[in-house]
């Protein structure tokens, strides 16, 4: 098992960045598949990112492809998520996961094939 710690959200105004963090603490993120998604108020939580466990299959939502850019550093633990050129519809909860169990290049964007998730982070984008 896996514990998920989201960081880094805030108050930022449209055209800004914002990068926000995922620590992984328990056991090392290595073993996993990563990604990132985002819930709005009253929304369902929609996928953002997600990156293999080997780092080298990314794959972004249509609607961040180009602004945002996920990584992951298995030395420390962590998994980022950059975000440039934040929208104001880009404000919402934004929640790391964790997929046991995958292959080395598989990559994974529906909410359902993720073990384990953090508690997220606010990321509000004014206009």
């Known amino acids: 098992q896996v514990q998920l710690v989201e960081s880094g959200g805030g108050l930022v105004q449209a055209g800004g960045s914002l990068r926000v963090s995922c620590a992984a603490s328990t056991r090392s993120i290595s073993s996993y598949a990563m990604g990132w998604f985002r819930q709005a108020p009253g929304k369902e939580r929609d996928f953002v990112a997600t990156?293999?466990?080997?780092?080298?299959?990314?794959y972004y939502a249509d609607s961040v492809k180009g602004r945002f850019t996920i990584s992951r550093d298995n030395a420390k633990n962590t998994v980022y998520l950059q975000m440039n050129s934040l929208k104001p519809e880009d404000t919402a909860v934004y929640y790391c996961?964790?997929?046991?169990?995958?292959?080395?290049?598989?990559?994974?964007?529906?909410?359902?094939?993720?073990?384990?998730w953090g508690q997220g982070t606010q990321v509000t984008v004014s206009s």
């Open positions: 996961a964790a997929r046991a169990g995958s292959t080395i290049a598989a990559i994974f964007q529906r909410v359902y094939e993720y073990d384990y």
């Open positions: 990156i293999s466990l080997s780092g080298r299959n990314i």
